[in-house]
C-alpha cells in the first residue's frame, strides 16, 4: 500500500509539474517534455502525416536549422518568408523567371500554420489525443516541435517503407508506395538505434509582430543549380559537416518531391515512393540498374529478357530563368514498353510486346545485336538503345530527377552561373541557354545525334582531405540501406544542433514498449501512441462498474463488435468484461484483448480512491471519466470536468 501511494503521489506531482509552466518566451530555451507529451504530440503528428505531410515536417526541421545571412541563428522556429506562398506559372523556354542563385521556404507555409495550431492548441488535430495546456502554455519552444516531427516523420517514413515491403495495399499507405524489391529482407530499413530527440531550442526573437514563426532576417541557403564542391563548402561552413554527413543528409531526398510551381524543379527523386523512407535515391543517383515503376500496381518493368534495366542520368533544362536555366538531370531506364501501363504505347510498342517469346520469359521482342537483325540473346548488348523495343525511357509524368548540387556528389563537373561545364556532353549547354529558341536542352555528346549522359569521372573530392571520396560513400549507402540510415541518423541529429554549440538536453526515450499504430489515410484516427505496461499474469482479474443508476447490473467492456469500450449485462465467463491493473499503475488491461482501455485517445489513469469507489482520471488534461453518455447501449464513457458524481464513481467486482 505504501507503494501504492508513492507511485500515486509521484503521478500527481508529474501532472502539477507538467501544468504548472509558463507560456514560452521566444529567445530562452524551450522547456522539458515529458514522456506522456512525447507520446500525446506523436499521435497529433501520425493524424497530420495521414495526408502526406510527413516529408514536409522533414525538409522544414532542414529549413529551420539553416543560419541567417548575418552568421546567427540555427534551428529556431522561425522561417523567412520571402518567397513563401508564391505560386510560380511556368512556361518552358520563356526565360521569365528570376536566376536561382540559392533555396528558399517556398511550400512550407501551409504545413508551418498547421503545427502552428499544433503548438497553441490542446486539441489539434481533433481526432487524435488531447493535452492538458498547449505545447506553448507548458513552455515548449516552437523549434523543439519542429524538431520532433521531422524526427516522428522518418520513423513514420520507415514504417511506411517496411508495411509497403509486405502488403502495398495496406490501408495506411499513402499513394506512391512501390518497393523494388518486396518480401526480401534488403527492402526493410533497419536503423541500429533510434533517433534522439534534445529539447532546449530557442525560438528567434527578430519576428513578425503578427506571426511569430516569421524571420525578419534574411537566410542562408544552399544553391540547388551548385556544383559538388560549393555545395560540400556550403555545408561544412553551416552545419560543420564534413563529407559523410553531407551525402547521408542528402538521403532525405528519398523522401517527398519538389514542386514546379514552388521551385522550378519539377517531378520527383524517386518515383513511385514519395512516401517512403529507405536508400532509394542513392541506387538512382549512382545509376543502378533499376526496375521500370509507372502503374499503380507497381509492375515491375525491364529489359526483353526480364532483367533489371540499365539506367542513365541526361542533364537538361527547359529554359525557364533568364539565363536558361535551372538546369537539373533525369534519370532514365533502358526497357520495354511497359506491360503494366499501356497508356503511351504506339502501335510499334503493341507489335513489340506481341511479338515476345514467353517461353524464354521476354517481357518484349529484343531488339538486334551491333551488326544483325536477328533479336539478339540475353547476354549481347543492343545495339541501338535509342531505338527499337528497348529503348531509354523517362516515368511520364513522375520522372526520376537530381539537383546539381547533388549529382555534383557523385559526378565531377563545374557550375557557373548556373551552366554545367567540365565534362564532355555540356559543351553546348552554354550558347544553347543563352539562345532564345524556344528549344530544350539535353545533354549531348559532340558528334553523336542522340542525347547521352554527360561523359564526367566520379567525384573524388574529399572532406576532410585523405578521408573517403564522396563518389565512394554515395555507393557505400547505395549498396548498404542500414550503414546510410545510420549515418543519416547521426548527421540529422548534429543539423538539429546548429547553433547550439553547448548542446541541447535528452529528453525520455518513448521506444520501449511503445505502441503507436500507423492510421489508416481514410476515416477519424481513432489510434493512440503509449508505451505498454506489463501486467502481472498472478494479479487479481476484476470486472469495474459505475455508480450511475441506469448502469447498475453492467460493467465495462470491450465490444468486439463495434470494436468500441462500453457498458452492458454482466457475463460470466466474458473475459472481454475482465480487467487487470498493469504493473506501472497507470492502465487497465482488458483480459480478452491484452490491450489498455482507451478513452478519446488516452490509456494512462490515476486512480483516486473515496471509499469503495474510485474517480479515474486523464493525467494530461485532469478530467475525470465520466460514463453519462454510455447509458445508451453502445455508447461510450467520455471525460469531463472532475465533480464525482455517479457518472463518475467506478467500483471494482472481483472475479470468482
Request: hydrophobic share 35%; charged share 25%.
Amino acid at each position: 500500500r505504501v507503494a501504492k501511494m508513492a507511485a500515486k503521489t509521484a503521478t500527481i506531482l508529474l501532472f502539477l509539474a507538467a501544468t504548472a509552466s509558463t507560456e514560452y518566451v521566444p529567445g530562452t530555451p524551450g522547456a522539458a517534455w515529458s514522456a506522456e507529451e512525447l507520446l500525446a504530440v506523436r499521435s497529433k503528428l501520425f493524424s497530420m502525416f495521414r495526408k502526406g505531410n510527413a516529408p514536409k515536417a522533414l525538409r522544414l526541421s532542414f529549413h529551420d536549422c539553416v543560419k541567417y545571412a548575418d552568421g546567427t541563428g540555427g534551428c529556431d522556429g522561425c522561417l523567412n518568408w520571402d518567397g513563401v506562398d508564391v505560386k510560380f506559372d511556368p512556361e518552358k523556354y520563356a526565360k521569365d523567371h528570376a536566376n536561382i542563385e540559392h533555396g528558399n521556404n517556398n511550400g512550407l507555409g501551409p504545413f508551418v500554420r498547421q503545427l502552428e495550431k499544433l503548438y497553441t492548441s490542446t486539441d489539434y488535430p481533433r481526432d487524435a489525443q488531447i493535452l492538458g495546456q498547449s505545447l506553448r502554455d507548458s513552455g515548449k519552444s516552437r523549434a523543439d516541435l519542429w524538431s520532433y516531427a521531422a524526427i516522428v516523420a522518418v520513423e513514420y517514413g520507415i514504417e511506411s517503407n517496411n508495411i509497403a515491403c509486405v502488403d502495398r495495399s495496406h490501408p495506411s499507405l499513402i499513394r506512391s508506395h512501390c518497393v523494388h524489391e518486396p518480401n526480401t529482407t534488403a527492402c526493410f530499413v533497419e536503423p541500429s538505434r533510434n533517433i534522439q530527440f534534445q529539447h532546449g531550442r530557442a525560438d528567434c526573437t527578430d519576428f513578425d509582430s503578427e506571426f511569430p514563426y516569421k524571420a525578419t532576417k534574411a537566410e542562408h541557403h544552399p544553391n540547388p543549380v551548385a556544383d559538388g564542391r560549393a555545395t560540400i563548402e556550403f555545408f561544412r561552413d553551416e552545419f560543420d559537416f564534413n563529407g559523410r554527413e553531407t551525402v547521408a543528409i542528402f538521403g532525405a531526398h528519398t523522401f517527398g518531391k519538389p514542386s514546379i510551381r514552388n521551385s522550378l524543379f519539377p517531378y520527383t527523386w524517386t518515383s513511385s515512393a514519395i512516401n517512403l523512407f529507405n536508400n532509394d535515391y542513392y541506387k538512382n543517383i549512382v545509376a543502378k540498374d533499376r526496375w521500370y515503376i509507372n502503374d499503380k500496381e507497381c509492375g515491375r518493368v525491364g529489359d526483353a529478357y526480364g532483367n533489371r534495366p540499365q539506367t542513365r542520368w541526361l542533364a537538361h533544362t527547359r529554359k525557364m530563368t533568364h539565363r536558361g536555366g535551372p538546369v537539373f538531370w533525369i534519370h532514365q531506364n533502358h526497357v520495354c514498353p511497359s506491360l503494366y501501363n499501356d497508356k503511351n504505347w504506339s502501335s510499334a510498342d503493341r507489335q513489340c510486346v506481341e511479338e515476345a517469346d514467353a517461353s524464354l520469359g521476354q517481357q518484349c521482342r529484343p531488339d538486334p545485336p551491333t551488326g544483325e537483325s536477328r533479336p539478339r540473346t540475353r547476354d549481347e548488348p543492343d545495339a541501338d538503345p535509342n531505338r527499337g523495343c528497348e529503348r531509354w525511357k523517362l516515368i511520364p509524368g513522375a520522372d526520376e530527377i537530381a539537383l546539381n548540387c547533388e549529382m555534383g556528389l557523385y559526378l565531377d563537373f563545374q557550375v557557373t552561373d548556373g551552366i554545367p561545364h567540365g565534362c564532355s556532353g555540356f559543351e553546348h549547354f552554354s550558347a544553347s541557354m543563352a539562345s532564345d529558341d524556344k528549344k530544350a536542352v539535353w545533354s549531348q555528346i559532340p558528334g553523336q545525334k542522340d542525347k547521352a549522359q554527360p561523359d564526367c569521372k566520379k567525384q573524388m573530392l574529399a572532406e576532410p582531405a585523405g578521408s573517403t571520396p564522396l563518389s565512394q560513400i554515395m555507393e557505400e549507402y547505395a549498396d548498404d540501406q542500414t550503414q546510410w540510415v545510420d549515418d543519416f541518423m547521426a548527421a540529422f541529429e548534429k543539423m538539429m544542433r546548429n547553433g547550439y554549440p553547448d548542446g541541447l538536453t535528452n529528453s525520455p526515450d518513448i521506444h520501449t514498449n511503445l505502441v503507436c499504430p500507423m492510421p489508416s489515410i481514410i476515416g477519424s484516427y481513432t489510434e493512440n501512441c503509449y508505451q505498454q505496461e506489463s501486467v502481472d499474469s498472478d494479479g487479481a482479474v476484476f470486472k469495474i462498474g459505475n455508480r450511475n443508476k441506469n448502469l447498475a447490473g453492467k460493467v465495462y467492456q470491450w465490444n468486439p463488435s463495434t470494436k468500441l469500450f462500453d457498458f452492458a449485462e454482466e457475463q460470466p465467463g466474458a473475459t472481454n468484461q475482465l480487467w487487470r491493473l498493469s504493473s506501472g499503475g497507470h492502465q487497465l488491461i482488458n483480459e480478452m484483448t491484452g490491450l489498455p482501455l482507451s478513452v478519446e485517445s488516452n490509456v494512462n489513469f490515476r486512480f483516486e480512491e473515496d471509499g469503495d469507489d474510485y474517480l479515474v482520471i486523464n493525467p494530461m488534461t485532469g478530467k475525470a471519466l465520466d460514463c453519462f453518455a454510455a447509458r445508451k447501449p453502445g455508447k461510450e464513457c467520455k471525460t469531463w470536468k472532475k465533480h464525482g458524481l455517479t457518472n463518475q464513481r467506478f467500483f471494482v467486482i472481483m472475479a470468482a
